[in-house]
């Protein structure tokens, strides 16, 4: 995975005013992202957080390049998502973006063991690549999962399989981890078992997190959090500083006197006042 650090500088992530629109069975099209602007530098841990319906899991299928925006710029490890090849979209699937979905865990192999399963999330990387990564017993142990590494996935608990299930995405030595709110299903001690995974990936292998929650605990875990509101970014909050994007409406979060230099969707920072 060594390798794989040494690129992981920059910007990992790059949305310019982008646009998501689906369009239902019935014919009808709903706007889910409206103007996103927002960079994630490599190596950042950051949490999305906002009501159901706000354009979370939208962001995270961009970002995974399972989405092309309708309208805008989605970068992802200095690939244009709206401009790649569908061959260069699989490439990301399988090996520059790691995703842990929501349900990840019901998608393993349910009579196979870690081993096999963390081979089989791997299988449709190229055999180069395969052979630059560590094995999965090592893998394990490397995420301090050793004692899972011989068991088969029928006699584990909830929490057990989705640590499974996220060893499994991370495998494939990814720069960037998408994470779709991973620790809902699960008791608090398992829920912080898997913040401790996250955390580590991130401090050992250079790995950049983005993850969904709905859990207060959980973002305030992360250094850095975004809120999403009706698929906008509604609020930022990193080391003293607070973000915004300003509405068409005016601004979120700026001075009235600041609101008419800045043309609307621009990503604005500034001093976070103390109380
Ligand atoms: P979140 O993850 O924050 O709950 P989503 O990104 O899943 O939000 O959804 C954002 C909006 O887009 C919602 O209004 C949702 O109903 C709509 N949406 C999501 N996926 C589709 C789809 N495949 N077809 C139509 N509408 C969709
Ligand atoms: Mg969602």
Sequence with gaps: MSTAVARRTGVAVRCVNVVQIYTTAGGHDVVALRGVNLDIRAGEQVALLGPSGSGKSTLLSLFGGVL????????????DVSRVSEGELGRMRSGTVASLLQGASRNLLP????????????????????????????????????????????????????????????????????????????????????????????????????????????????????TIRNGRIGSEGRHGFDFGVV?????????????????????????????
């Design 68 to 79: 092309r925006p309708s309208a805008g710029k989605v970068i992802v490890d200095g690939h």
């Design 111 to 226: 009579y196979a063991g870690a081993v096999e399963n963390i081979e089989f999330a791997r299988r449709a990387l190229p055999t180069a690549v395969r052979r630059s990564l560590p094995s999965a017993v090592e893998l394990l142990d490397r995420l301090g999962m050793r004692d899972l590494a011989g068991r088969p996935l029928g006699t584990m608990s909830g929490g057990e399989k989705q640590r499974i299930a996220f060893a499994a995405a991370v495998s494939s030595g990814a720069g960037l981890l998408l994470a779709d709110e991973p620790t809902s299903q699960l008791s608090h001690d398992d829920r912080d078992a898997m913040l401790a995974l996250l955390h580590l990936v991130n401090r050992e292998f250079g790995t950049t997190v983005v993850l969904v929650t709905h859990d207060p605990e959980v973002a305030s875990a992360m250094p850095r959090s975004i």
């Design 247 to 275: 509405d068409e409406d005016g601004a979120v979060h700026l001075p009235d006197d600041l609101a008419d230099r800045f043309p609307a969707g621009t990503l604005v920072q500034f001093e976070q006042t103390p109380d």
